[in-house]
């Protein structure tokens, strides 16, 4: 039976580390926030120590010199947490209590890392497998680790939390053309471009939106959408407390690409965000929306399938979440999230909104 995180009694992460991991989520994830909120409390807050690691890593590469040596801090920050040593900082606090108590496996944390180390290398990609090896491991790594965090093991439920993950991180490729491009930076698949008449190299000395790049940009999503569609059998397959979250996430994320597509496919000349309100309708809707899908058994892509291999075998299949039955399940649970989601959303859009 799995110890439920919000006994007080309970040895572990302080409640002042896990606020420390939601405040590091408040102002730069929003998305992923937003659709936690759905998730049953003794997921909520490992999911979001485990979100909070990989926020802080992903910064540690683009805020600050994104060489060799942050990556080496970064693998050094996982080898403690895992040795549980973890250094004097909430979010590592929380991030090893959670690999320990849920089994993570290491192999797909150090899998982000790597990515990240691609970010730091300033890697292109000629094809999209390799587009989606690179998001296999920076996105996938942490669809598969949500799916551990929810007691799913199996190699069919994992390799479509990996195929979220991808199609998460294709998404947010299709909105942030110019923005990477300011930095330098090329995601877009190389021979997608060339095939367009785009030159790489001319487009990042001078980034301009064309109806070319809107072509490239179409492709991207059209992909992006058909691994959403894949990853709705995964979702169905979560514990059923756990599906309105997952479904949230999917929804927000998705609309990214929508949001893209309603302005032209220009992602160079602009950024599209989803808003707060727009949110909040995606939210309420994944309370109560299925998936229907049927294509569970379809096979992991390329790029994910080490990882799905990983989790799979790195331990046998835990008993399933116990306790008390999700407040979803009653009137009064479904009321008080949408209010909650109504109170904090809110804030959001009073805010300066810097997107998902």
Known sequence: MRPDWSDPRLAGPS?????????????????????????????????????????????????????????????????R?????????????????????FGVPRSVVMALIEGLSWDAQGKRYETLDELCGYAARVAGSVGVMMAVLMERRSADVLARAADLGVAMQLSNVARDVGTDAAMGRIYLPLAWLREAGIDPEAFLARPQFTPALASVVVRLLAEAERLYA????????????????????????????????????DSVSQRAVVPARRKLVLLAGALVTGSGADNLAAPALPGTAYLVASAAMSQAARPALRGAPPAWWNLVGRATAVIEMFERLGRVERSVVRGP
């Open 81 to 101: 947490a895992y040795a549980a040593r973890p250094i004097d900082h909430p979010v590592d606090r929380a991030f090893a209590e959670t690999v320990r108590r």
């Open 230 to 265: 894949r990853a709705d059998a995964g979702i169905a397959a979560l514990p059923a407390g756990c599906r309105p979250g997952i479904r949230a996430a999917r929804a927000i994320y998705a609309e990214i690409g929508h949001e893209v597509a309603r302005r032209g496919h």
């Open 15 to 79: 409640a002042e580390d896990f606020a420390a991991c939601d405040g590091m989520l408040r102002d730069g994830s929003k998305s992923f926030r937003a659709a936690a909120l759905l998730l049953p409390r003794a997921i909520r807050r490992p999911a979001t120590a485990l979100y909070a690691f990989c926020r802080l890593a992903d910064d540690a590469i683009d805020e600050g010199p994104g060489d060799a040596a942050t990556v080496a801090r970064l693998e050094r920050r996982v080898e």
